[in-house]
């Protein structure tokens, strides 16, 4: 058996499979590639049957998000390491080389991200995740290369491997042991944000997540639910409340999360500036649902929680009010 699983997380992909598939059985000799299929309506399996046969197929029950998905596929995945790649990704010649080198190597490293690039301009960095993320006090995540909506060019200004605090889940490299310790990702996430609750319980339990450059990969990005859908406004809003409940330190609960919710107050209202009405209302109704959702949460948190997860205070304040855009600005290399 070999020792990494691609693993690829499809629903209603059946273009993108033909499109990414390619270059991950291309430059992927080292893993055995499955497609984990969420109960696809479209061609999607036919498709991988009758052009890719070298692909394994696990067929889900339900479009279960991207959670649910995962941990209902990966209980048939047997390989030593998970790659969970999205469907819109392309790969590069010797990818998986670096990762299987530190997994190897660094048996405390748990977690790995490679460098995301965008596919649509790829000199830049990708918005998803860039070169590694981190989370500030009140549970905003940014990354470098990639503070809110400022993406930077790829200068080769973070071709350095580091520690970080959350992967892509774009691409995301993690150990069976340590999926399977920690319950893989929270079902009721849904999608977006369990990868950073995932990472957040890792470093909780003293797990080492890792960024290297010498992996690349290209991410289109908003190929299941664009940016314009308020859809994934809602789910953003309401599962990063969900991950501060899970995850933060007894004593920073309840002033973290109140702050928090007036900062989304003040995100509503710039959208009603914007005359983005549809997207204030998915704040408020994300709301309601951290609310319904809470007390089963918060029966999920750790006995323990560390105290060191940020290293900033507020990336909102020093984007918005200090005008800081870039990473490296901000930090002036003092972060890592």
Known sequence: MKKIAVVILNWNGSNLLEQFLPSVIAFSDEATIYV????????????????????????????????????????????????????DIEVTENWLVPILQIFENQPATAIIQPKLLDFKKKTHFEYAGGAGGFIDKFGYPFCRGRIFDTIEEDLHQYDDEIEIFWATGAC?????????????????????????????????????????????????????????????????????????????????????????????????IQFILKGKFKHCWAIIKSHFA??????????????KQNPNYYKINSIVFRYFIKNGKVFAKIFNNSLV
Request: net charge positive; hydrophobic share 40%; with cysteine.
């Open 290 to 303: 951290f609310y319904t959702l809470v007390n089963q949460i918060y029966k999920k948190r750790n006995a």
């Open 36 to 87: 984990a299929d969420n109960a696809s309506t479209d061609t999607s399996i036919e498709v991988i049957q009758n052009q890719f046969p070298t692909v394994k197929i696990i067929q889900n029950t339900g479009n279960f998000g991207f959670a649910k998905g995962y941990n209902e596929a990966l209980k048939f995945v047997e390989e030593e390491y998970y790659a969970l790649v999205n469907s």
């Open 172 to 268: 995301f490299f993690i150990r069976k042991d340590v999926y399977r310790k920690l319950n893989g990702f929270d079902d009721d996430f849904f999608a977006h944000q369990e990868e950073i609750d995932l990472c957040w319980r890792a470093f909780n339990l003293g797990y080492t997540i890792k960024y290297t450059p010498k992996s690349i990969v290209y991410h289109v990005g908003g190929a299941t639910l664009n940016d314009g859908n308020p859809r994934k406004t809602f789910l953003n809003f309401r599962n990063s409340l969900l991950m501060l409940t899970k995850n933060l330190p007894k004593n920073q609960l309840f002033p973290v999360i109140f702050m928090r919710l007036c900062l989304d107050g003040l995100a509503g």
